[in-house]
């Protein structure tokens, strides 16, 4: 299968690119530099002269809090830059996947997030994701929607990372413990993207991994995880807080938490715990330890 992957030196597209080519996929990156994803011509010509049988659509304007002042701007990237996608990938027959948020949800469910659950963005970011779901739906017809959450990943910046910095440094850190989520490593979820992109089991899926707990729990288990598999001594002590006392531009859900009722329904393979993928992670980071330490 030929892959061209947007968004391809993201923190996810990387990953999707190792994972797809790892298996024998032709893989076509395209960075921001090479794919201009606002730009409909150059969409258009580029997906055209590579006709893949797939598209995976990462590129994304994912700064939740400047979104709440940049509204054309992340409206651009993720409404209409993902319009200049679909038509392209439509016109030569492509599947599209395109990568989603817990941030269509409201966030106020005392119970999982399920595909079929009405959506109801507060944000900005979450609004302009949206319209990129509904704006998928109008023009492909072969099409994949994937809900991630909470992505922690190798390259670039992420929680992780920045919690093992901090844990160095600061005699204590304060970390919300009420907003609670699925953290997801995006190697799992290149993984599912593998999997779910070979079918033609269209539709909307989530695909974070599994199990949840809140931001403070993440934060007590990567202390844990990296002082056993990194050996990295943590300094700071944690102290739990509230979402009142980190006040940001864009609201954060209290619960993003994602029930994956599309992978179960499709039977397909789900994702790992997140506590394994968070192990995992370790063990990588271990690999290329250019990519934490200092």
Not at 133 to 158: H, M, P
Not at 217 to 238: D, H, R, V, Y
Not at 274 to 281: C, H, N, S, Y
Request: charged share 20%; glycine share 6%.
């Amino acid at each position: 299968m030929r892959v061209l992957v947007t968004g391809a030196q993201g923190q996810l597209g990387q990953d999707v690119i190792h994972i797809f080519g790892q298996v024998g996929h032709e893989v076509i990156p395209c960075s921001r530099q090479e794919l201009d994803v606002t730009n409909l011509n150059q969409c258009q010509q580029i997906i055209a002269s590579h006709r893949p049988d797939c598209v995976i659509h990462c590129a994304a304007y994912t700064a939740v809090d400047a979104a709440e002042s940049d509204i054309d701007g992340a409206y651009l990237v993720n409404a209409i830059g993902t319009r200049n996608v679909a038509r392209s990938a439509e016109q030569v027959g492509a599947k599209l996947v395109y990568i989603s948020t817990d941030y269509v949800f409201r966030g106020t469910h005392d119970r999982a997030y399920h595909e079929y659950d009405p959506t109801d963005p507060r944000t900005v970011y979450g609004q302009t994701k949206l319209a990129g779901e509904q704006i998928v739906r109008d023009f492909s017809t072969k099409w994949f929607i994937v809900r991630a959450s909470w992505l922690f990943g190798l390259q670039g910046s992420n929680f992780v990372k920045t919690m093992l910095s901090l844990g160095q440094e600061k005699p204590l850190l304060q970390v919300v413990d009420d907003q609670k989520g699925s953290p997801t490593y995006t190697v799992d979820l290149a993984h599912f993207l593998l999997q779910v992109s070979t079918t033609e089991k269209y539709g909307i899926y989530h695909a974070s991994n599994r199990g949840s707990c809140t931001w403070f729990e993440f934060t007590k288990a990567i202390f844990e995880e990296a002082e056993e598999q990194l050996g990295i001594k943590i300094m700071a002590s944690l102290q739990p807080c509230t979402t009142a006392q980190f006040l940001r531009p864009a609201p954060r859900p209290a619960n993003s938490v994602l029930d994956h009722l599309s992978i179960r329904l499709n039977q397909l393979e789900d994702l790992p715990h997140w506590r394994e993928g968070l192990k995992q992670f370790m063990l990588d980071m271990k690999q290329h330890p250019e990519l934490y330490l200092k």
